[in-house]
């Protein structure tokens, strides 16, 4: 009866007939009571556990200030002023500073790791790669090497833990890297190799110190006196070297040598040079862009101060590597895993293999070029064939983009419980990070993706010259269609080019960037660096680009690659390209004028996933080699491209007259891509001189 009493005390005048009374609703009162709780129950679980908006770091509306009341210069609305950011963390201004950020971080974790096929992935630890790169770096230093910025050290691999550890050894001792890749061909490595003085590569596989010796022999390169090799090597090997006056030794032979020899480090400062990047180059001799650590510490940085208190990469991360690492994309996001103790793990170095890596490697963190997401989208469509599942598809979509447009990125929905956990499955199904960048992505794509994979996605703008990024997608901002403002690092500003009639005035013109990202110009060339570089630090990148009302930049062109037609028009192919490329059937286009011509014409290759189907359901039937042939199946995909032009508000002279369907792709291996995938616009012409003089000899007629 204590609750009697208790009653009474709180009423003070509650008597015997009011508790009789209680007493009699009891019964109708109790499950009202459970239902309530359980309705709070409920409604407390949904607040605790509802997907939340990201809150932007800035006002979406205006994301990016004037310089000084320029319009046409903006730097970053995170920045309090126009001082822009050189470093995040006090004890990281250098690449080896942040490296042994993360070892302080991690020390006997994960850092590297790599697989052997159908076997999971090892790892080396952050204290072993340290130990390591000390080792090798003394090995260096051994066989003649100076620990100072003007050493170059050449490293010709493929991805591969080796490489990292080869580079943190340079930087242990304060040498500078000048990597090397396949692609660049003999006359552009034989320059490198002289310009750079390189005394010293490192190499992955014997075919490519073979090379080296080849170019050795012949007295071209008479720098080089030493290859290191990752692979085994061969008593043949070592006494070709030997006869051409280069010695040869496998790497452990190198690490025993550091190891009897061990150094103290001797750490390099920001202004010191880390590496000297050469870009592949459309046209022409590659050249030198030569990138301080302080380049990379401010770069890194910036990304890091867009993130912060919205996404933290953590030591449980891991990124996959298989864009090249000679050049900066792959580099700066090692990097930023690297400063926060989180791990790389490398692909087996066959593409073919990725998606295999990927499975077993289960990366949180996944950089793409978006030509990559245009085929993980186009797989997915194409998976879908009936009606009601693309329907169905289409549906679920919609409902997670308008998540998206609300600033919530989850993968836990039911819609992804229901249709898109197999698609983020392919990926991993860990992935919380995708970032794409070297091209424009289509806007639907990136939408699209957005919903299915169920992380965020971000795009970013930049070149090698600035060391990678200048601009980069805010948080919070999920609308497709520009590459987010100015980078904490980095101004920008829109130069007249009067010649495309684009003007500053009207918020259109060449990108240019400064700050302390930006290169300290090209090895040994003056010419080119002063075409690069104006007198007040602007890089002139070519690239042309428009200020959105929201303070982001949308690239809209092409300066570099320009040509005039007979009647004065001026096109820009690379724009008329990105336009075709919305084509269902088109996969690759590669668009050709000159000034002896009135008009453009186009090399096209057909994606070989739709393009069958697409034929078929205009009732033309046969093989994808077959189909390239049919002049019928020509006219429709001509119409559609044309279609898309006048849609993007194309000019005629700027629409494509006729065109010629090649059933192979333009890739890196052909020679016809460069290894950033952009088109190699000199050997594009020479291949199909034939096809582009036969289709100018039809338009005449």
Partial sequence: MQWREWLCSLGGGVGRSDLEDLRSVLPSFFPSLFGLGALASLTAYWLLTRPR??????????????????????????????????????????????????????????????????????????????????????????????????????????????????????????????PLYDTLGLEAMVHILNLAEIPLVICDKMEKAESMLANKETGVTPALSCLVLFNPISAALVERGRNCGVEVLHLSQLMALGRDNLRAPIPPEPEDLAVVCFTSGTTGKPKGAMITHGNIASNTSSVIKILEGFFVIRQEDVSISYLPLAHMFERMIQVSMFVHGARVGFYQGDVSLLMDDIKALRPTFFPVVPRLLTRIYDKIQGSVTSPLRRAILHYAVKRKQAEVNSGIIRNNSLWDRLIFNKIQATLGGRLRFILTASAPISPAVLSFLRATLGCLIFEGYGQTECTAGCTFSMPGDFSAGHVGPPLPCAMVKLADIPDMSYYAKRGQGEICIRGPSVFQGYLKDEENTAQALDGDGWLHTGDVGQWLPNGTLRIIDRKKHIFKLSQGEYVAPEKIENIYMRSVPVLQVFVHGDSLQSCVVGIVVPDPEVFVDWARERGIVGSYEELCQNSDVKSAVLEDMVAMGKEAGLKSFEQVKDLYLHPEMFSVSNGLLTPTLKSKRVELRQVFREQIALMYSKVAV
């Fill in 53 to 178: 908006s990201i809150r932007p770091p800035c006002d979406l509306r205006a994301q990016s200030v004037p310089v000084q009341g320029d319009a046409s210069c903006r730097r970053s609305a995170l920045l309090r002023d126009d001082n822009l950011l050189d470093f995040y963390y006090e004890d990281t201004k250098t690449a080896y500073e942040m490296f042994q950020r993360g070892l302080r971080i991690a020390g006997d974790r994960p850092c590297l790791g790599f697989r052997k096929p159908g076997e999971p992935y090892q790892w080396i630890s952050y204290t072993e790669v340290t130990h390591r790169a000390q080792v090798l770096g003394s090995g260096l230093l051994a066989k003649g090497c100076q620990p100072n910025p003007k050493q170059f050290i050449g490293i010709f691999s493929q991805n591969r833990p080796e490489w990292v550890i080869a580079e943190l050894a340079c930087y242990t001792f304060s040498m500078a890297v000048v």
